[in-house]
Nanobody, 121 residues
Framework: QVQLVESGGGLVQAGGSLRLSCAAS????????MGWYRQAPGKQRELVAV???????NYADSVKGRFTISRDNAKNTVYLQMNSLKPEDTAVYYC???????????????WGKGTLVTVSS
């Protein structure tokens, strides 16, 4: 019974910035990795960025140098700072938790409902 709360999406002009957040609640013992995916209209869902419990990060080539992912392990929260936004960044962004351990289960995955980011030109 893990629940996710995503926030930070919205409409922004090209060159602007947004900060997405995703907070997980419930009796969570650990989360192996937290990440952000996005899906643009008519396209497949793709990985944007991921961060492990140890702090290692990985980014899609298209966002390197512009986006920064971070996490607060104590709060079970992951953030995505998006700078220099481009119209092609427009998509629904989904929070993903990988390898979640709870009292009853371990190794489960959870997805947020998604938050829309629209970048105007």
């Amino acid at each position: 019974q893990v629940q996710l709360v995503e926030s930070g999406g919205g409409l922004v002009q090209a060159g602007g910035s947004l900060r997405l957040s995703c907070a997980a609640s419930g009796s969570i013992f650990s989360i192996r990795a937290m990440g952000w995916y996005r899906q643009a209209p008519g396209k497949q869902r793709e990985l944007v960025a991921v961060i492990t419990s140890g702090g290692s990060t990985n980014y899609a080539d298209s966002v390197k140098g512009r986006f920064t992912i971070s996490r607060d392990n104590a709060k079970n929260t992951v953030y995505l700072q998006m700078n220099s936004l481009k119209p092609e960044d427009t998509a629904v962004y989904y929070c993903n938790l990988d390898g979640v351990a709870t009292i009853r289960n371990y190794g489960m995955d959870y997805w947020g409902k998604g938050t829309l980011v629209t970048v105007s030109s």
